[in-house]
């Protein structure tokens, strides 16, 4: 008696739609894996640029700058800290117009042993600050300057400042006692202003 022939197992047929929604989850999944590895890297790579940047230690300079905001951000008060340790004979403040002006008097007027200059940056950015550095050096011909600002904004400083001023340039940092809420400002706002830095090369 013969037996029936064993049936084939038959593979489920899988219809346009069904090979297109495949296609499209397979390009979603490998999106959030390449989206998950770019975050990652940025997290990373900011991490070491604004929150624990290479600095230089304090040393004797022609001029001490210190970048503007001033008021409320630990940079003039640490500006202040190395002219008293005898490692500038001139401290040279970013004083824009409009901006913290009610400050004006009591910051660029101040009474002390040494000499005090603020300058106007034109424009209001570090670029023009870096512009208003390179004219101060000539005046007064510098061949050496600290520059002053918080940990987050040291390595851009640096890197827009040397496009300008040509000679030794010593990079000091305010570290910021921040909230998580302005530290994530402070990695969106940077991360933009070193993609415009990044596509700027003039002084």
């Known amino acids: 008696m013969r037996r029936p022939p064993a049936s084939k197992s ?24 390449w989206s998950s590895v770019v975050l990652a890297t940025w997290v990373t790579a900011g991490f070491f640029v604004f929150v624990v940047p290479a600095v230089d230690r304090p040393q004797r300079a022609d001029a001490i700058v210190v970048l503007a905001p001033v008021v409320g951000t630990g940079r003039l ?22 901006v913290h002006r009610h400050n004006f008097s009591e910051v660029c007027r101040a009474n002390r042993s040494y000499r005090i200059i603020c300058f106007d940056p034109d424009p209001v950015t570090t670029q ?12 007064f011909n510098w061949g050496s300057i600290t520059v002053v600002t918080n940990e987050f904004h040291v390595a851009r400083a640096e890197l827009i400042i040397q496009r300008c001023y040509s000679y030794e ?10 909230a998580l ?23």
């Open 181 to 203: 809420k302005d530290w994530a400002y402070q990695f969106l706002y940077q991360s933009a202003s070193w993609a415009k830095a990044a596509i700027s090369y003039e002084c």
């Open 128 to 139: 023009g600050e870096a512009r208003a550095i390179q004219r101060l050096s000539e005046e």
């Open 169 to 178: 340039l010593n990079m000091v940092a305010v570290r910021s006692d921040l």
């Open 77 to 98: 008060e640490l500006a202040e800290e190395l002219m008293s340790d005898g490692l500038g004979t001139l401290l040279v403040v970013s004083m824009p117009d409009g």
């Open 10 to 33: 038959r593979r489920p047929m899988v219809g346009s739609r069904g090979a297109r929604r495949q296609r499209v989850q397979g390009a979603v999944i490998t999106a959030l894996a």
